[in-house]
């Protein structure tokens, strides 16, 4: 762990922004087994909403701590900000929309990609959810599916963001992308582990302390409707470890934490399209 990981988290902000059982076993009643896809795995995920306020208190009140709002500054460029929420190996991100003129025109300028689909989702159909991924010893020729570039000026000059090209076509799929390697989240192993955050930046050690016990995700189960499952895209990411996107009644999103070892379901619908497992 070393100081420019940090600086790096406050860019993000400032800027843009894993169940027991192995996948490679699991059968859902749409789909048939898969091997694990070895070279990706979850950074972190969203939720698009359109009122982050009562959205961010459905989760504080039931025990979640959030990055306070002082740190959640627009996605330079893009239009959008969010809330954040850090577990011990990934982070839910509350998006929406916070410049409606600067968001349209970053789809004019990448007509390619899903913002404004995925900002209007209430009117439109779309899943609300989103999923970072990252790419074991990053090569951008590893992502299995078409993707369509994304680069904006906080960026460096030679990274960029990699979208599924499905997510702007088949919108019923949660939004893909492939973020690199300087903008991956960090992950600790225990509460402990957090020490290795440098002193100047220890204020961050509090976001992933939460009352209700939460440490890690340990699953995430996403339902989406009028799913096609054989998609690369979603042949991809339903072959990640405790990941499964299936077909639903309804847009919905299940968060699995610590194996559930607390023996607790809370239903946070329909403010939030969310059930979590403590």
Not at 32 to 51: A, G, R, Y
Request: hydrophobic residues 35%.
């Amino acid at each position: 762990m070393n100081n420019r990981n940090y600086i790096i988290i406050l860019v993000l902000f400032f800027g843009f922004s894993s169940c027991n059982n192995k996948k490679s076993t699991k059968i859902n009643a749409d789909q048939t087994p898969q091997n694990v896809s070895s070279d990706l795995e979850v950074d972190h995920f969203n939720i698009w909403v359109k009122n982050p306020k009562t959205a961010k208190e459905k989760l504080t009140d039931i025990g979640f701590t959030s990055v306070p709002d002082s740190l959640s500054k627009i996605h330079k460029g893009q239009g959008t900000t969010g809330r954040y929420f850090y577990f011990l190996n990934s982070y839910l991100e509350l998006i929406f929309v916070y410049d409606q003129n600067e968001l349209e025109e970053n789809n004019n300028k990448n007509k390619d990609l899903d913002f404004t689909t995925r900002a209007n989702f209430d009117k439109n159909g779309a899943s609300p959810f989103g999923i970072a991924l990252k790419i074991k010893d990053y090569n951008v020729e590893k992502i299995p599916f078409e993707k369509v570039r994304y680069h904006q000026d906080w960026m460096d000059d030679n990274a960029s963001i990699y979208s599924a090209k499905n997510s702007k076509t088949n919108i019923k799929e949660p939004s893909i992308f492939v973020v690199y390697p300087e903008i991956e989240s960090d992950r600790f192993e225990t509460l402990a582990d957090l020490k290795n955050i440098p002193e100047e930046y220890s204020i961050w050690r509090t976001f992933f302390k939460h009352p209700n016990g939460a440490k890690k995700i340990t699953a995430i189960t996403i339902t989406s409707t009028d799913l096609d499952l054989a998609t690369k895209t979603m042949k991809a990411v339903n072959g990640i470890d405790n990941l499964t996107v299936k077909n639903g009644p309804e847009h919905l999103m299940e968060l699995f934490f610590d194996n559930n070892v607390q023996g607790k379901t809370i239903d946070l619908r329909p403010e939030l399209p969310l059930i979590v497992y403590l």
